[in-house]
């Protein structure tokens, strides 16, 4: 099945060696388990162009991070600082609430990539659009109106979700896609490192400036319109159209698939529980501000900490997600409630353990748990939904964290506010340990789908 170099039969093509490189599938002997046969060809191009769109958006999302970057940029507009605690649930909610809106739609389209490539357009745009806000309005109101446009980037995030899923199972085989994911996740965090060290010694004479901010944005931007190039250059073969469905016959359906799926239910309550890692990043930037102080050159060292995570976990996550993708969700719950307890710890350590570097080790913690979830829990949909039905779970379990992070999200401003950023911190260790034991709980995900009874 590889392609030859020309003239010579047999011999796999750069393409394909690059493939095999990175997927470890032989070319010689390549696994399409899960998808259509007019599909294996295109593969290896398929694949790599999957991991380039992942590498641009990966370091795209962490330069113009809500958990980092934003809030750096909300301070040093001078704009107040109860914005900063709208930007994770904001970007959270704002992704994942529209999803089953959207999933009939999607599923009408025969080719879903077209939905991926438009809303990457979009969030190119929003990025790009924050940067007028904060050089001409005042403070207030370039801080509300970078919030509103991150809400529209993250509905834009949401519909790509979606697609991403469908396209995704059409394209990459079943027991390559965990790989395929650790390969966008290493990549894109050995680009973030690169950039943390620019931000560390290249731009942190500037710490005052906002300049080096905006230029993170409109870099963001940029990558987010190759990533969309990227997609769009991936060969999807015509799906079924039918299925599409208005919003409240896809909630009917998803109420019906967590009634009747017990597996589903266990996942939910699991990814739920991940939630408690997912939103912690801002909380951790808060806790280092007051600790360790801040500044361009403290937020470049957090930076380069995420994409050291990035770099030594995403090989192992990708590779143990493929075997079992529960048991890197699970472990990474610990993960998590490790983070936590470090944390605490440094606080109470006396001034030599308050600097940033010391407290940049909780960063690459913290994002070794993060790009855990977020591999594990993907890897774990993709395997165990049905083929014809992605869409439909992704969307509907994304739709109930949505929900979930809003009241996550009220909850932890309400503890921020009554019990201090160390409470916070403390309910962030307890709850990754809770999703860790509910994790364990779950079936493998070749099993996820079976009914009851």
Not at 60 to 87: K, T
Not at 355 to 361: F, I, N, Q, V
Request: glycine fraction near 12%.
């Amino acid at each position: 099945m590889s392609e030859a170099i020309a003239g010579q039969p047999g011999i796999p093509s750069t393409l394909d060696r690059a493939y095999a490189f990175l997927s470890g599938d032989d070319a010689a002997d390549r696994s399409c388990a899960a998808i259509p046969d007019s599909a294996c060809t295109a593969l290896p191009q398929n694949y790599l162009l999957n991991v380039a769109n992942g590498a641009c958006t990966k370091l795209a999302e962490q330069l113009a991070s809500p958990g980092l970057v934003l809030p750096w940029v909300i301070g040093a507009l001078g704009a107040p600082a109860f914005l900063v605690g709208l930007l994770q649930p904001v970007k959270q909610a704002g992704s994942l609430l529209p999803q089953l809106a959207v999933a009939g739609s999607i599923r009408r389209l025969a080719r879903r990539k077209w939905a991926w490539v438009m809303a990457g357009a979009i969030q190119a745009a929003c990025l790009m659009l924050m940067i007028p806000a904060a050089l001409l309005l005042p403070p207030l109101a370039a801080g509300i109106a970078i919030v509103a446009l991150l809400a529209l980037f993250s509905m834009a995030s949401g519909v790509g979700s979606v697609a991403f899923q469908d396209v995704t199972g059409k394209t990459v085989p079943k027991g390559r896609r965990g790989r395929m994911l650790a390969n966008r996740a290493a990549i894109g965090g050995a680009l973030t490192l690169a950039a943390g060290i620019g931000l560390r010694w290249g731009l942190e004479g500037e710490s005052e400036s906002l300049f080096p901010y905006l230029l993170l944005i409109a870099t963001a931007a940029i990558l987010w319109a190759l990533g969309a190039l990227c997609f769009a250059a991936i060969e999807e073969e015509k799906g079924a159209r039918e299925g599409g469905v208005t919003p409240l016959d896809s909630f009917r359906e998803g109420m019906a698939l967590m009634r009747d799926v017990p597996g589903f239910r266990k996942f939910l309550l699991a990814r739920n529980l991940l939630l408690s890692v997912e939103l912690s990043m801002p909380i951790y930037a808060l806790h280092a501000q007051r600790s360790v102080g801040e500044g361009l050159g403290g937020l470049g060292l957090f930076v380069i900490a995420v994409g050291i995570a990035a770099i030594l976990c995403s090989p192992f996550w990708g590779l143990f997600a493929d075997r079992s993708s529960r048991l890197v969700m699970a472990l990474s719950g610990l993960v998590a409630g490790f983070a936590a307890l470090l944390a605490l710890m440094l606080a109470h350590l006396g001034d030599g353990f308050q600097t940033p570097a010391a407290y940049a080790l909780v960063f690459v913690i913290i994002g070794i748990a993060e790009a855990g979830v977020r591999l594990g829990r993907k890897t774990y949909l993709v395997d165990g939904a049905p083929a014809d039905q992605k869409g439909l779970y992704a969307a509907f379990s994304n739709t109930v964290t949505g929900v979930l992070t809003v009241i996550a999200g009220a909850a932890s401003a309400t503890v921020l506010a009554l019990l201090g950023i160390e409470a916070a911190i403390l309910l962030l260790g307890t709850l990754g340990i809770l999703s860790a034991l509910a994790c364990a709980r779950m079936p493998e995900a070749d099993r996820m789908a079976v009914t009851a009874g």
